[in-house]
């Protein structure tokens, strides 16, 4: 056998203490290979697809680190909850609290200020470590644009870290203690985990992919690693060694390039887990990959590792506000030499100091008192300024055409959104619409109606402007449209969709099922299908497809609608941010602002066109070329604001767009 125990007492005997942890300096090489695609992945290295996934190998380091070297502490009685307590405090909280101040007072100086109060939640989140839960409440998707403009998103995975530490520690104490099988009650522990997270990838990704319970089997994978490696001594040749230690490597790189997968978490995560685990598992003795993996250049870089991940988001976000404000475009290679400069900075005169002296805790606190102190009292006094703006009010209708069946009250945010807007709420009236005929408009005399739209919150932005384009042909339409909802899914079926924060797995199921039957029961002449196509995976335009055949099969006729250009704005009240840049209204002429993520609008727009082409009964109805020139995007017209945020329509930019869409849609009720 290639691989066997070798065990040197009978098993009713009482086991040898497992071996102490020696310098493992290929682990450091390793924290290298985590840290630098985590970075690459924030700078928009879109080759670099799967970096986030660095984090992930970070975890499954802990796991084995913090397991091998508490229960040997444990079992040798040298543990203390008061030493690993000072361990942790001095290994993360002075670094991570030197960033958090600088980040404040950084961001009051270039923020747009009424993004200063939501960001101070975030800070305390990020020093209390509950950062995953309140990035999962407060924007949920890691891959949108709420979260992404936050300094602190990163956090989220420190604070899973130290939610694991929270109990772990007292978890293995207690098992030492009782001497009840350590390795079998974490082996419980991870296949619940890992069923957890098995379960929450396809029904509910974003909160698998911030929370604990279904994050914790990556720790515990690098844990019970580090069990059977304390207590088992391998004859493994050092060849297998190295090979296992290089397929390990591989498949973290695998993981990594791996362009695949939706903007979610998904099973590729599996890949990079078990890389790890090979590499911290076998890399105990030294081999071809593990010297590769203890080179002094990866390792240098793995000692800089934490600076470097704390440092590098808020570098990244707030430049791309400085350069928003300033009309400037990051450069990458600025970023990264801002970024190495920092990461300097921060291990030579906080992080390492830090963990040499004897008394932090005087540090500790006052630099937790500056972060408390600025988040309550300066940051919200900042955060209540407000920008006149001498635009005509923003109009935006898209909230009364939503059929989501639950409609939470606004958050703060959404109120700030709201502020000087003409922002009607939904008539309480169409709260079952969605299983119902949905919302109607036009011509009720001529039901069933002959239009239907289906679509996300970008169909609801068009929902009146749409209306009132149909009641001018004396024509019909029924909206199933819904804020934060795909208009596309899978035909036949799925008989369990992922539920979100409107509807149920239940409630969307009937939703489903109530537009197909609509369809096969009223044969409208058109669909039209809206959504904002930039953040849909190939599965989706597939879906897309799936319901184009549905409509054809039935003699229906589809439309679908481009997406406008995504601007800077970011989800902030556009009349303010205008004013924030500096611009004012005119009485006539255009004015634009720079452009967000215009190659990927630009490619699912073109995915869009290709889609319309392939069905003989399908049609495209063009929009993005209506709001983008060199300039950047159309955001007013006159004294009109033409965006409600950074990639919706106001009414009053739908509305420019009014009669050419009456024409088009009576070319096709004609035809």
């Known amino acids: ?10 098993s009713t005997e009482p086991k040898p203490l497992g071996k102490k942890l020696s310098y493992r300096p290929d682990i450091d090489g390793l924290r290298a290979i985590a840290v630098i695609p985590v970075i690459l992945f924030h700078l928009g290295f879109s080759w670099m697809s799967g970096g986030y996934l660095g984090v992930d190998v970070f975890f499954v380091i802990s796991g084995f680190l913090i397991t091998y070297i508490l229960v040997y502490e444990m079992e040798v009685g040298k543990f203390s909850f008061k030493s690993f307590l000072s361990r942790r405090v001095k290994r993360i909280l002075p670094a991570l609290l030197t960033v958090t101040l600088i980040t404040l007072f950084a961001s009051i100086w270039i923020a747009f200020l009424p993004d200063l109060q939501p960001m101070s939640v975030d800070a305390l989140s990020a020093t209390f470590s509950f950062a995953n839960i309140h990035m999962l ?3 949920g998707d890691y891959w949108g644009q709420a ?8 956090a989220w995975s420190l604070s899973v870290e130290e939610q694991f530490y929270f109990f772990y520690p007292a978890l293995l104490l207690v098992l030492v203690k009782v001497k009840k099988g350590v390795a079998r009650v974490i082996a419980v522990l991870f296949c619940l985990s890992l069923f957890s997270f098995y379960k929450g990838i396809s029904h509910d990704p974003i909160s698998t992919f911030y929370l604990l319970p279904a994050r914790s089997w990556e720790m515990l994978a690098g844990g019970l690693a580090a069990l059977f490696q304390r207590r088992m001594t391998l004859s493994v040749p050092r060849p297998l060694r190295s090979f296992l230690v290089a397929l ?3 498949l973290i790189v695998v993981a990594y390039f791996y362009n695949g997968a939706d903007e979610t978490i998904s099973k590729i995560v599996f890949l990079s887990v078990l890389g790890s685990i090979l590499i911290v598992f076998f890399g105990d003795v030294s081999s071809a990959s593990t010297r590769a993996l203890a080179h002094p250049a990866l390792v240098l870089i793995g000692k800089f590792s934490y600076a470097a991940y704390l440092v590098h988001w808020p570098i990244i976000v707030l430049a791309g506000v400085y350069g928003v404000k300033y009309g400037l475009t990051p450069n990458v290679w600025l970023l990264s030499v801002l970024i190495v400069a920092a990461t300097l900075a921060l291990y030579f005169w906080v992080e390492k100091p830090a963990r040499k002296m004897k008394q932090v805790y005087p540090l500790v606190v006052a630099l937790l008192a500056g972060v408390v102190l600025t988040t309550t009292l300066i940051a919200p006094s900042f955060a209540n300024q407000r920008y006149a703006s001498d635009y005509e009010p923003v109009a935006d209708y898209g909230a009364s055409y939503d059929v989501s069946p639950l409609i ?4 703060r945010n959404a109120l700030l959104m709201k502020e000087g807007v003409i922002k009607p709420d939904r008539d309480p009236a169409y709260a079952t619409a969605y299983a119902e005929d949905g919302i109607l408009a036009g011509n009720l005399q001529s039901l069933p109606p002959e239009i239907m739209v289906i679509g996300d919150s970008h169909g609801c932005m068009w929902a009146k402007t749409i209306a009132e384009a149909v009641s001018e042909m004396n024509r019909s339409v029924s909206f199933f449209t819904a804020l934060g909802n795909k208009p596309v899914f899978d035909i036949p079926l799925d008989p369990s969709p992922q539920a979100n924060e409107r509807f149920t797995s239940e409630e969307k199921f009937e939703f489903h099922q109530n537009v197909l039957q609509k369809i096969e029961d009223w044969r409208p002449s058109v669909v039209v299908v809206v ?21 054809n099969q039935r003699g229906v006729k589809t439309l679908l609608m481009e997406q406008p250009p995504l601007t800077v704005a970011g989800d902030r009240n556009t009349a303010q941010f205008l004013a924030y840049l500096g611009h004012t209204a005119k009485a006539d002429g255009e004015q634009y602002i720079a ?15 290709d889609v319309a082409q392939k069905y003989e009964q399908s049609s495209l109805f063009e929009v993005f070329d209506d709001f983008h020139a060199e300039e950047g995007a159309l955001i007013a017209k006159g004294p009109q604001i033409l965006y409600f945020d950074d990639d919706h329509l106001s009414y009053q930019g739908t509305s420019l767009l009014k009669g050419r869409f009456a024409k088009t849609l009576d070319a096709l009720l004609s035809s």
């Not at 691989?3 to 040197?8: F, G, L, Q, V, Y």
């Not at 959504?531 to 409509?551: A, T």
């Open 147 to 154: 979260a992404e403009s936050s300094p602190f998103l990163h």
């Open 408 to 411: 939470k009250p606004a958050s």
């Open 1 to 10: 056998m290639l691989i066997a125990e070798k065990r040197t007492q009978d």
């Open 531 to 551: 959504s904002k196509w930039s953040n849909k995976s190939d599965k989706d335009f597939q879906r897309l497809e799936q319901l184009i055949e549905y409509c």
């Open 137 to 139: 409440n407060k924007a």
């Open 595 to 609: 452009t967000s993520e215009i190659e990927d609008a630009a490619i699912s727009n073109q995915k869009l066109q």
């Open 248 to 250: 390990g490597l591989c």
